[in-house]
């Protein structure tokens, strides 16, 4: 998982079916103080504190085409769900959570931002009770 922590961008595809928009939305609300811009619905935001939420909330609403933030950001599509870590460490506890589960729930492939393939780095899973 600390491979994984410290890219900067990650790119995960299914390896099978696609993900489920809006179960992994439905992960992803309660995570940090987050915010799924009404401009993108397919992208979330995720803030360290409910200020900085509510900030960027209201310059959206009054210029949705107003850059991005530097807050963890999450892009979900059922091809592919981008996980853009630029913004450092102080996310990580954020990025961690929701990496554990969508591993947990997925079976994927996934990139950097470079492209090369980290597939190998990812946790194994758990062995399933009978």
Known sequence: MDKLLEQQELYFYPLSGGFDVERVAEVIRPIGFSYQAEAEPLVF???RDEE????????????????????????????????????????????????????????CSVHNEERTDLTAELPKPKPKAR
């Open 45 to 47: 935001l995720i803030f």
């Open 52 to 107: 900085s939420r509510e900030a960027c909330r209201a310059r959206r609403q009054s210029n949705p085409t107003a850059p991005l933030p530097y807050v963890l950001l999450i892009r979900v599509q059922p091809d592919e769900i981008i996980v853009n870590q630029f913004a450092g460490p102080d996310f990580s506890p954020y990025s961690r959570v929701f990496l554990e589960w969508l591993l947990a729930n997925y079976e």
